[in-house]
């Protein structure tokens, strides 16, 4: 049943595509697409190396503070509205209330996860995601699955940004607050549809300094 329903959501993203007049609607060139992947793979193998020590250290903490699995999963909306299993390290307690978005203070998450969401530490097993094809490390954000069939409906050409394959961090991210509402997700697709249409190796490389300044604590999202 849920195989269907996926099927069907993504289906209709793709139908969406088409019925813009006048707009030109393109992911990246095949040459661009080659820089990005050869950035993709340089890079996260450096990540992965480089944090190898504190990946151990966060299973220890969520272990030590959240009886629990150490990874969360989630349904993601990738590239032409595909569904993939997007990972990240869990943050909050199993079992919590259901809430679509993260507040202030939320109760949901325990101490340990606090310092991981603001140090963007639960955003690095997306790099197995990077590594599997499904993600950049620069787009668009994944966003849940249940989220999009909303936006989809009440945010006009949000299925635009799904012309290419999300990233773990991206202009939207650096640039604007966290999205807490479909009115901070009609902000963030201006971003998107920014980086997506004036793509570069120069906006690359800014996006990633961007992204360091905000790890760093030196610029807020």
Wanted: hydrophobic share 35%.
């Amino acid at each position: 049943m849920n195989l269907a329903i996926n099927n069907q959501h993504s289906h209709s993203i793709k139908q969406n595509k088409k019925k813009i007049p006048g707009k030109p609607l393109r992911g990246y060139s095949p040459f661009q697409y080659f820089q990005k992947r050869v950035i993709d793979v340089i890079m996260t193998t450096a990540l992965f190396t480089a944090t190898l020590p504190i990946t151990l250290y966060t299973a220890y903490r969520i272990k030590k503070e959240s009886p629990g699995p150490i990874f969360f999963t989630q349904s993601r909306i990738g590239l032409n509205g595909e569904i993939f299993t997007c990972y990240k390290f869990r943050s909050m307690h199993i079992n919590g209330k259901f809430n679509r978005y993260t507040q202030e203070n939320d109760s949901r998450i325990f101490p340990f996860g606090n310092t991981m969401r603001k140090m963007r530490i639960d955003e690095l097993p997306q790099l197995f995601n990077i590594l599997k094809g499904e993600m950049h490390l620069i787009g668009p954000r994944a966003e849940w699955d249940i989220l999009v069939k909303d936006y989809e409906k009440l945010i006009p050409n949000y299925h635009d940004r799904h012309l290419i394959r999300p990233g773990i961090t991206g202009l939207a991210q650096v640039c604007y607050p966290y999205g807490r509402n479909v009115q901070d997700a009609k902000e963030k697709l201006k971003y998107d549809m920014k980086y997506i249409n004036n793509w570069s190796l120069f906006q690359e490389m800014r996006v990633m300094i961007k992204t360091i300044l905000v790890v760093l604590g030196k610029k807020g999202m």
